[in-house]
């Protein structure tokens, strides 16, 4: 049997019975109502006022001012928001406490549960969960796991385009007028024992399973870096960045696409700074598939290919190679440079006697510049000239051969002594024979030739050992697709419960 109080002496007292007593009633009691549809119907008829206030004014109550149980299968509090227009959300928590740990809200778990500590179901237009910030504090959501590890935010998107996190830090997305030093992502992590495939954890992690990329920045503003990677670790022998490709493509790609520079530009800029004595190299390139195969670097230029300011040397041959011109498709053809033990300018050439059996050679206007102490070399042409003979040596450009057959000729060679400005400030580098000093004594180019272990060899590095190409992997992924398995089915049913 229903039953109504409507009076307001009733309602009080009834409110009292349910509040102070230990009072049992059986039937539903509707307040506002004359149909109550459940133990306690409370409706609020009127335009202002709650429809339900409960006040604890003891300040030194710890008890909760509501406590409600359920041992059913359904929520234990079930609330709805029915009118359409409203903008104000269906659950509102004010806090006051100014203590360090104060909260807006507790929500505790028990320890064997499998299930989640909050579930939010969107299924309008609006925001999941929407939080802002306008007293002292600095943190919007806080994830404490250290009593348990496992995963701070889990995002699933299953197959539908989205952001899994979006960070809007600017006051104005078209016209930014202020803001300050802030990072969407700012990661601290500080481990000291390695227990995954990542040693000793990492800031940023992730896997990319599709075909798009793992990783996409754009930078948009008049200045600033697009990527920053800085190893403050004095002792930290592990590369800066380390990037691995199993696949066709290259490993990095670096383009500059701009076509109003002012200067010249380079697209890739590797140098050691610091001050240490020993030679670092700015750039190394290695490729060694097979004996007899692989090119360490090429370089492709419409000026140069390759430009190198200051010496260039090689411990191997250096030559020109080009396609057979006999058999292109098939052969190839080898020129070898000619080394000396100086540092040589060659110049050559044809010249005809004229009557009185002398040929006056022209040099290039330069040659006085960037060459001194010559030597000549003679070759009679047509027929035999025992009595030839430089007559005058080179001068303002000119030489004269003399003892020459009228209306024969002659082909001739200068080989000089290489002296342009870089060699004349510079004259150590004309050195052939070179003392093995620093770091460099006891060191070879090619230990190997003289069957010493590869530690011996110039410009052997320890710690381009230690970096071994291993398989990247993030060592959350199984636990992230175990979680999905698992948790997949229950969200659907949670769904299907929720629209109900």
């Not at 149909?35 to 030194?60: E, F, R």
């Not at 499998?114 to 999941?128: E, R």
């Not at 802002?132 to 590890?149: C, E």
């Not at 440079?337 to 010249?351: A, H, I, K, Q």
Request: net charge negative; charged share 15%.
């Amino acid at each position: 049997m229903k039953k109504s109080y409507n009076s307001l002496a009733l309602t009080l007292t009834m409110c009292m019975v349910f509040l102070f007593s230990s009072f049992s009633l059986n039937a539903q009691v509707g307040v506002g109502t004359t149909t109550p549809d459940a133990q306690l119907d409370i409706v609020a008829p009127a335009a202002t006022g709650n429809a339900l206030q409960v006040n604890d004014d003891n300040t030194t109550n710890a008890s909760s001012s509501v406590w409600v149980r359920n041992s059913g299968l359904g929520y234990g509090i079930n609330l709805q928001t029915l009118n359409t227009g409203s903008n104000f959300p269906s659950l509102g928590i004010t806090q006051f406490g100014t203590g360090a740990i104060s909260r807006g809200l507790d929500i505790n778990m028990d320890a064997t549960t499998g299930a989640y500590a909050l579930a939010v179901f969107q299924n309008g237009a609006g925001d999941g969960i929407y939080n802002q910030i306008n007293g002292s504090g600095i943190v919007g959501v806080y994830n404490d796991l250290s009593d348990h590890g496992g995963i701070g935010d889990f995002v699933d998107l299953d197959d539908n385009d989205g952001t899994g996190v979006l960070v809007y830090g600017v006051d104005n997305g078209a016209a930014p007028t202020s803001g300050g030093d802030v990072f969407a992502f700012n990661g601290i992590v500080r481990t000291n024992t390695a227990t995954g495939a990542f040693v000793n954890g990492g800031v940023l992690a992730g896997q990319q399973f599709g075909v798009g990329h793992g990783t996409i920045i754009t930078h948009s503003g008049t200045a600033g870096r697009n990527a920053e990677f800085n190893i403050t670790n004095a002792a930290n022998a592990d590369a800066a960045i380390f990037s691995v490709h199993l696949g066709q493509g290259s490993a990095i790609v670096a383009q500059n696409q701009n076509n109003v520079l002012t200067g010249t530009i380079t697209v890739a800029d590797f140098a050691y700074t610091g001050t240490d004595i020993d030679d670092h190299i700015g750039i190394e390139g290695a490729s060694t598939p097979a004996a007899g195969w692989g090119i360490g670097m090429l370089g492709t230029g419409n000026w140069y290919g390759v430009a190198s300011i200051g010496d260039f040397t090689a411990t191997g041959a250096k030559a020109f190679t080009i396609d057979h011109p006999q058999d292109p498709a098939n052969m190839m053809l080898k020129h070898f440079s000619v080394e000396s033990n100086e540092v040589l300018n060659m110049y050559r050439g044809v010249e005809a006697f004229d009557a009185s059996g002398k040929a006056i050679v022209s040099l290039p206007d330069y040659y006085d510049s960037i060459n001194i102490n010559p030597s000549y070399q003679l070759t009679p042409i047509g027929a035999a000239m025992p009595n030839l003979y430089i007559e005058s040596e080179i001068a303002n450009g000119q030489f004269v051969i003399a003892g020459g057959v009228p209306n024969k000729k002659v082909s001739w060679q200068i080989t000089a002594e290489r002296n342009d400005p870089y060699f004349q400030q510079n004259p150590e580098k004309k050195q052939d024979v070179v003392t093995k000093e620093g770091s460099r004594n006891g060191k070879y180019f090619n230990p190997e030739l003289y069957n010493q272990p590869k530690e011996k060899g110039m410009f052997y590095n320890a710690n381009k050992e230690k970096q071994e190409l291993t398989k990247v992997r993030n060592s959350n992924t199984k636990q992230l697709e175990d979680r999905k398995a698992e948790s997949a089915e229950a969200i659907k049913e949670e769904k299907v419960e929720d629209k109900k």
